[in-house]
């Protein structure tokens, strides 16, 4: 090989590495900007959801990936107490609805999906409504397979990715610049 040839790879292996360098610390940037809860509150609270569906256990799902998102954004906000908060979050599992979504033939779904909406309100220690947000909604797919103990898991999986996103939404909204 000539001493050109391996000088010019040399030049484009510093190139892709300053690249990869400047691609890797961009990484980290979001546009959500501060993330402030809404005016006069600090510390939240969140009772476990009402549960306004057939779907037993589903209260304490949705309940407890909104505390996880709170915890992980913003651990020093949420109140283990409503005495030590200064806003009670409540909300209520207002439906879970099943569709298949494809088939291969008459009787033989394939995949279904399963759709959440819930409802949520904030409200300050002094009883007002500070936020409030009806049909928050989300849905996933899941597969059906032949034994029924799979289906139920992959059901239940579904449902538990969409409490997440749901949960993320949640709290992206709060935190929305009041």
Avoid at 66 to 94: C, F
Avoid at 116 to 137: Q, Y
Wanted: aromatic fraction near 8%; charge should be positive; include cysteine.
């Amino acid at each position: 090989m000539s001493r050109e040839f391996i000088l010019c790879l040399n030049r484009r292996q510093t190139w892709v590495i300053f690249l990869l360098l400047l691609i890797s610390s961009a990484c980290g940037y979001r546009f959500s900007g501060k993330e402030n809860l809404p005016s006069g509150v600090e510390r939240i609270f969140v009772t476990v959801f009402e549960n306004r569906t057939m779907e037993t256990g589903v209260e304490i799902l949705f309940t407890d990936d909104i505390i996880q998102e709170l915890i992980r954004n913003r651990k020093d906000s949420l109140a283990n107490s409503r005495t030590g908060a200064d806003a009670i979050l409540s909300g209520a599992v207002e439906s879970i609805r099943i569709r298949t979504i494809s088939r291969e033939g008459t009787h033989t779904p394939l995949e279904r999906r399963v759709w959440a909406t819930i409802s949520l309100k904030l409200t300050g220690s002094d009883g007002r409504v500070i936020w409030k947000k009806n049909g928050i909604s989300e849905s996933e797919t899941y597969d059906v397979m032949p034994l029924k103990q799979e289906t139920e898991r992959n059901r239940l999986d579904a449902l538990s990715a969409l409490s997440k996103r749901i949960a993320e939404r949640v709290y992206f909204r709060l935190t929305d610049d009041f």
